[in-house]
């Protein structure tokens, strides 16, 4: 096993790995650990090109730091990579990816896209470093939308619409989705579902005495609150247009990466469009699986979940107040967080 530090400004460590027995091709960035050990998930990916796997651990390690400020944990920022297949991702070159762990150190690390529950176990016999698994803090997604429920309250609240006056659209019916739907379904005025499968929104929608709306048209319904729970980039030049024609007053909602480039933020606050930044209101999950180093108790994690909706509130405040938008916003709370500690 080869390791070599790459020496990147900005982060404190990035190191690169290639092991031959085992194929194994991966990257460990630590973005900034001033408020506490590394913490992020390990990606599988079949990347293009070295460079598009450096970009990657890069931006998403970088993501965590500010995620970790935001939701207040004792934690910083860091992420795995590994270039391959997914038929490429062998027992051994999961082992080998929690011997590099290892090596490093200084991260905690898990779950993320390519990588399976299972996967997961296999590299936890390897590495004490791994953290999510199946029989410790459980599934994620549950705090995710609890999190995203308070985060939607408190925008509601700040303009003052009450939740049982809202119609409320959510996109994607899947894990967080799906339970914010259930949490929600009782309390609003109107709750639409849209999903790409068909028979799951159909279902979903049934059990909860919801409308469904056609993902192919899904800004053609009209809403208050659109809550993003699938895929990212969803606010884009065209879809904001479209949202502000239907009378969207609030954008609160899961998914990950929801603004196609963050200036669209700017856009949205001149269409006087609450938005809350996507990794303020998604921090449940994170939060869930931190317990697993943290051993918090069950009130301690949940006073965590429900105080993304007071972040959420401060956020928006500073927005009116500086008249900036919320993502611009919510990056400068958790830079002062990060850098400014004392
Ligand atoms: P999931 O796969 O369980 O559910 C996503 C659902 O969206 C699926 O049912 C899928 O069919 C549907 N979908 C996909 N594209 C769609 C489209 N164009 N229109 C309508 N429906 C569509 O995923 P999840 O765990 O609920 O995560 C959703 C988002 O939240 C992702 O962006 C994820 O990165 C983010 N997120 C999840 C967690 C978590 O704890 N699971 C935490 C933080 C962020």
């Known amino acids: 096993m080869r390791l070599k530090d790459l ?52 931006r998403l390690s970088k993501a965590m730091t500010y995620k970790c400020a935001m939701a207040g944990l004792p934690f910083g920022g860091g992420k795995c990579v590994i270039k391959a ?35 997961v176990e296999i590299m936890r016999q390897k590495s004490k470093y791994i953290v999510g698994v199946k029989d410790k803090s459980g599934d994620p997604s549950v705090l995710t939308s609890i999190g995203v429920y308070y985060g939607m309250k ?8 009450p939740m049982e006056k809202t119609k409320i659209l959510i996109q994607g019916v899947g894990n967080t989705g799906g339970n914010l739907a259930k949490r929600i379904a009782q309390e609003c005025k109107e709750l639409l579902l849209c999903d790409l499968k068909e028979e799951k929104m159909n279902d979903a929608a049934k059990n909860l005495k919801a409308k469904t709306c056609d993902p192919k048209n899904i800004f053609e319904c009209k809403f208050d609150v659109f809550s993003p729970c699938a895929l990212g980039k969803v606010i884009n030049k065209k879809s904001v247009k479209k949202l502000y024609n239907v009378g969207c007053k609030v954008i609160a909602g899961s998914a990950n990466n929801q603004l196609s480039i963050d200036i669209i933020g700017y856009i949205l606050k001149n269409y006087g469009i609450i938005y809350a930044p996507d990794y303020v209101i998604n921090a449940g999950g ?38 900036l938008p919320t993502n611009v916003i919510a990056n400068i709370i958790a830079e002062e967080r990060i850098y400014d500690k004392n």
């Open 85 to 119: 297949k997914q038929k490429e991702k062998t027992k051994k070159l999961l082992e080998a990816m929690a011997e590099f762990v290892n090596k490093v150190g200084q991260i905690y690390t898990g779950e993320d896209v390519g990588l399976t529950m299972d996967d």
């Open 154 to 161: 408190a925008c509601l609240d700040f303009i003052g619409l």
């Open 286 to 323: 994170v939060i869930s699986v931190s317990r697993e180093i943290t051993n918090e108790s069950d009130e301690k994690i949940l006073e965590r979940v429900k105080n993304i909706g007071n972040t959420i509130t401060e956020i928006l405040e500073r927005s009116k107040k500086e008249n």
């Open 7 to 58: 020496k990147i400004p900005g982060y404190e460590r990035v190191v690169k790995c290639e092991d031959e027995s085992s194929g194994l091709n991966a990257i460990i960035a630590i973005h900034n650990t001033n408020l506490g050990p590394a913490i992020g998930g390990c990606r599988v990916w079949n990347y293009k090109t070295e460079e598009d796997m450096l970009n990657d651990v890069l």
